[in-house]
């Protein structure tokens, strides 16, 4: 009896086996698409110089993927690379905020060169196109060849993000210092144990002919080269996760690898035009042309009666510069305030206050200082003054930059101030000095061509000041009263003046003194 009740158990157990599968529709219940979570994916495109501009794009951008549920962040890469201090302020960024969030992947598209290739391994995985390339990170100075400790400063801090990247997203860590110093030369060895090729300089080199396979370790960096690799070479050491034809075939193979599925097509975050806009305005070319420009203006406003269109453009000038500044992180509102209140000082001084005294050296002293502060990113409660090599390097290329400007505006206002009155052809840019037909009458042509000289007034005549000249103004000589512009200095109303030259319809004179 207790023998057929067993076999009679046994047979159900079978029956209930065989009949399991087929209830479940004869799919196992891991492989099922219905089963597995379905995750949004989004594309952030990064391509071009690697600057602050970028950096705050791809925090916007990033932030709105994030909000709207994205699991899965692609960086689609496609740079030769850029500064060096925004490649890590964004290696940082995805390390310890954004690849606690998310899922990040870089998706190199045509190359990931220098600051590129740091952005990317700060991705937790690499997904290469066909014939791509990444690698080459060593640090340059434009200008400046970097020797012995500066050199040594600069890789030491770059080999240190790559470090940082290689332990938090598993690379090998000796391929990716071989990207950025020279003289780093790399092996690969076979672990006899678990069959995978390791990686390791000259003399770290394993000593174990047992665990490893020495005799034929193989040469992959030399002492004498900087490790670049294409997408098949990434891919066989380990840095690419795979190398794909398309963004679908690297989709697939997440989906395949993590047991997920993608809702719909990702979507794309390109950087928008206003920001590619201020980029471009902070280029040290860019930034240089926009200083020269708003000095000119200033010189122009000060060298013509009234306030024209030449003092506007350089306030819409100073304006553009503040603004992009401030837009990327560079100007925090202290040095916004004290740039501002310089201007300020500046036109008192100017307008106001006669001569020139207190208020126009503070104002020139506290546009500069707003102006240098804007060079280093800092907060407001710290004195803007390099630290670190790559603040140095930023702090270098603005000077130049700022340089570049006074050097362009010293050299057209003196071609401003030597040749344009004698133009005939531009004559009509410039006011014609006024001249009294009699009694207390004058006649002002405004667009008038210069004459040789100017009316009613020659070289040496002495006359009285009418309205102060800043450095232009009106003054009087016996009972014609003309435009004239004092030579380097501001003379009060009352002060006696002797021309000493006069350049078409521009009359330059300055203080008598006998």
């Known amino acids: 009896m207790e023998s057929a009740l067993r076999k009679s158990a046994v047979v159900l157990g079978c029956v209930l086996l065989f009949l399991a599968p087929a209830a479940a529709g004869g799919r196992e219940p891991n492989d099922s698409a219905e089963n597995k979570r379905e995750v949004k994916a989004a594309v952030i495109v990064c391509k071009g110089l690697i600057d602050d501009g970028l950096y705050k794009s791809i925090q916007r951008r990033t932030q709105i993927a994030l909000d709207a549920g994205t699991e899965y962040l692609i960086y689609e890469i496609s740079t030769y690379g850029g500064l060096l201090k925004s490649a890590d302020d964004i290696s940082k960024y995805l390390i310890l905020d954004v690849g606690k969030k998310a899922h990040t992947v870089a998706y190199v598209v045509t190359e990931a060169i220098s600051a590129g290739a740091m952005i990317s391994v700060s991705c937790q995985d690499i997904i290469m196109l066909e014939n791509t390339t990444i690698g080459d990170c060593a640090p340059i100075q434009i200008g400046e060849k970097l020797e012995g400790v500066e050199r040594e400063k600069a890789e030491s801090f770059t080999r240190a993000a790559f470090n940082r990247a290689a332990e938090a997203n598993r690379y090998p860590a000796v391929l990716l210092k071989a990207m950025v110093s020279m003289q780093t030369e790399v092996y690969r060895v076979k672990n006899l144990e678990t069959g995978e090729n390791e990686f390791f300089e000259t003399h770290q080199l394993p000593k174990d002919p047992k665990k490893y396979d020495l005799k034929n370790k193989e040469l992959v960096v030399k002492s004498n080269e900087l490790l670049t690799l294409t997408a098949s070479r990434a891919f066989e050491y380990g840095i690419a996760r795979t190398v ?218 002495v006359g009285e000041v009418v309205s102060t000249l800043r450095p232009a103004g009106k003054a009087k000589f016996d009972n014609k009263i003309v435009d004239v512009v004092a030579q380097a200095e501001f003379l009060d109303k009352g002060t006696e003046v002797k021309i000493i030259e006069i350049y078409g319809n521009r009359v330059v004179v300055r203080k008598d003194g006998n």
């Open 244 to 461: 794909v034809k398309d963004l679908t075939e690297g989709l697939r193979f997440l989906a395949e690898r993590d047991g997920v599925s993608f809702a719909g097509e990702p979507m794309v975050l390109e950087t928008l035009w206003s920001e590619e806009m201020v980029r471009w305005l902070n280029s040290p070319v860019v930034m240089g042309v926009l200083v020269m420009v708003a000095l000119l203006g200033l010189y122009i406003e000060l060298n013509t009666p009234g306030v024209g269109l030449a003092g506007l453009v350089a306030v819409m000038c100073f304006a553009v510069i503040i603004g992009s500044k401030y837009l990327i992180g560079m100007a925090n509102w202290v040095e916004v305030v004290v740039f501002v209140v310089g201007v300020i000082l500046l036109m008192v001084e100017i307008f106001v206050l006669p001569g020139f005294g207190v208020a126009g050296v503070l104002g020139i002293a506290c546009i500069l200082a707003g102006l240098f502060g804007m060079l280093i990113k800092n907060p407001p409660g710290e004195i803007p003054w390099p630290e670190s090599q790559l603040d140095w390097q930023l702090f270098t290329n603005g000077v130049l930059g700022l340089l570049f400007g006074f050097g362009g505006f010293v050299v057209i206002a003196w071609i401003l101030t030597k040749y344009l009155p004698r133009l005939q052809f531009l004559s009509g840019l410039t006011l014609l000095p006024a001249a009294a037909k009699g009694g207390s009458e004058i006649e002002v042509s405004m667009t008038a061509p210069a004459e040789s000289k100017a009316v009613g007034v020659s070289v040496g005549e």
